[in-house]
């Protein structure tokens, strides 16, 4: 009997499998009528820039729906919950750099799909193998969770990273302006200044940042609200400080080089202190490999030769 569960699964899962392979991997009709057009046409009036584009940049689109098809069932159909959903991981997306709002779906279909594609490919690896159907079942649905969850892993590692490196690029970025305030320049072609592709040696997330905003100020968005959505795209506390800073310097038209110059040294200090506390966790780090890894084949070289000598005289 549990042969015939076993082969019933197997059999269900290649369809399933199959079925997304063809969604995945179909051609859209698009790109058929498009190719036919091209090969009925004479050599000469043929619009190869069309079917360039139908033959090269197709199978990443048609990938790219059924992601965003997939991902839209993860934001349900109620208004309210798909709002607050795609508002939750907006934020987190913009926050790793992914400013598209299209990245929403694509990401939640993502995360369907290496569900879906780890369970799948363990269950049909455990009924064609090891036959034993409800182990394979609770394999697979442990691996489909650590799939669907994986995404999340490396969006917030993402994160992570894209924030230290605006954290510790800020101080250098505040001296920048504050040379550039004091040498007379405004803050828009300080900041034009700062983050002009000629002159950077390394673009950090925060060049960009501060590089679109500059283009905000040009484009006619108001400075006010191009500075806070600079902020909100860092998600740096840091950044929000000073942006504040900058909000009430020009209402209140206080020193702006002097506001520069008090948060650049705050901001110095900071990273002093964050190097340092992280010089400070680095031996309590080092512990555990040491303890783990090296002290067992210390162990090994020191005593197994005084133990083997001891077993040698004992059984004499």
């Known amino acids: 009997m549990e042969a015939w569960y076993a082969v019933l699964a197997?059999?269900?899962?290649?369809?399933?499998?199959?079925?997304?392979?063809?969604?995945?991997?179909?051609?859209?009709?698009?790109?058929?009528?498009?190719?036919?057009?091209?090969?009925?046409?004479?050599?000469?009036?043929?619009?190869?820039?069309?079917?360039?584009?139908?033959?090269?940049?197709?199978?990443?689109?048609?990938?790219?729906?059924?992601?965003?098809?997939?991902?839209?069932?993860?934001?349900?159909?109620?208004?309210?919950?798909?709002?607050?959903?795609?508002?939750?991981?907006?934020?987190?997306?913009?926050?790793?750099?992914?400013?598209?709002?299209?990245?929403?779906?694509?990401?939640?279909?993502?995360?369907?799909?290496?569900?879906?594609?780890?369970?799948?490919?363990?269950?049909?690896?455990?009924?064609?193998?090891?036959?034993?159907?409800?182990?394979?079942?609770?394999?697979s649905i442990v691996l489909g969770f650590i799939g669907f969850f994986l995404p999340d892993f490396w969006l917030s590692q993402r994160i992570r990273e894209r924030q230290r490196l605006i954290r510790n690029a800020l101080p250098d970025v505040l001296d920048l302006l504050v040379v550039c305030v004091e040498a007379g320049m405004g803050l828009d072609a300080a900041v034009a200044k700062v983050t002009d592709p000629d002159i950077m040696t390394v673009a950090t997330p925060l060049h960009k940042e501060m590089r679109r905003m500059h283009l905000e100020f040009r484009a006619g968005r108001p400075r006010t609200e191009a500075m806070h959505a600079l902020g909100e795209?860092?998600?740096?506390?840091?950044?929000?400080?000073?942006?504040?800073?900058?909000?009430?310097?020009?209402?209140?038209?206080t020193?702006?080089?002097k506001t520069l110059r008090i948060?650049?040294?705050?901001?110095?200090?900071?990273?002093?202190?964050?190097?340092?506390?992280q010089a400070h966790?680095?031996?309590?780090?080092?512990?555990f490999p040491i303890v783990f890894f090296l002290f067992p084949a210390f162990l090994v070289v020191m005593g197994l030769p005084p133990l083997l000598k001891i077993i040698e005289v004992f059984s004499r």
Do not use: C
Request: charged fraction near 25%; avoid cysteine.
């Open 10 to 139: 197997f059999v269900v899962v290649a369809l399933v499998t199959g079925g997304m392979a063809l969604l995945a991997f179909g051609r859209d009709p698009l790109v058929r009528r498009l190719r036919g057009l091209g090969d009925d046409m004479a050599q000469g009036t043929r619009d190869t820039s069309i079917l360039r584009w139908a033959d090269s940049g197709q199978p990443r689109t048609q990938w790219r729906r059924t992601l965003e098809k997939l991902g839209k069932i993860l934001l349900g159909r109620d208004a309210e919950t798909q709002k607050a959903r795609q508002s939750s991981v907006r934020s987190r997306l913009v926050f790793a750099g992914f400013d598209n709002p299209k990245t929403v779906p694509l990401f939640l279909g993502t995360k369907l799909v290496l569900g879906l594609g780890f369970a799948y490919s363990y269950t049909l690896y455990g009924v064609a193998i090891q036959r034993v159907l409800p182990q394979v079942l609770l394999t």
């Open 233 to 253: 795209r860092t998600g740096v506390d840091a950044v929000r400080k000073i942006v504040a800073a900058f909000v009430q310097t020009e209402k209140l038209g």
């Open 263 to 277: 948060h650049a040294e705050t901001s110095r200090v900071q990273r002093r202190l964050r190097a340092e506390k």
């Open 281 to 287: 966790l680095a031996p309590l780090k080092m512990l």
């Open 255 to 257: 020193s702006l080089a």
